[in-house]
Nanobody, 116 residues
């Protein structure tokens, strides 16, 4: 089992920045990759960014160049630095972990609202 706890969501003005954190606990040795997904009201869930155990990253097209995913293995935490936020980035952001066996785990999510 893997437990994921997100933090860092909130209200930010357009053009602002926000950093999300996802702390993992449990069977950490089983995790191959972690990432962030988001879902806005009335829309499907979409990939934001992922990072593998080896440090390879992948980003959704809508966030490339603005968001950066990173991990601190010592703290078992993955971060999502979000810059140049727009109202279109408003969504519930969820942390995801994928294990080497193909299992997936999700956090409860954190809400990001971009509004003036």
């Amino acid at each position: 089992q893997v437990r994921l706890v997100e933090s860092g969501g909130g209200l930010v003005q357009p053009g602002g920045s926000l950093t999300l954190s996802c702390a993992a606990s449990g069977m950490l040795f089983s995790i191959n990759a972690m990432g962030w997904y988001r879902q806005a009201p009335g829309k499907e869930r979409e990939l934001v960014a992922t990072i593998t155990r080896g440090g390879s990253t992948n980003y959704g097209d809508s966030v490339k160049g603005r968001f950066t995913i990173s991990r601190d293995n010592g703290k078992n935490t993955v971060y999502l630095q979000m810059n140049s936020l727009t109202p279109e980035d408003t969504a519930g952001y969820s942390c995801n972990a994928q294990t080497f066996s193909g299992a997936e785990y999700w956090g409860k999510g954190t809400l990001v609202t971009v509004s003036s």
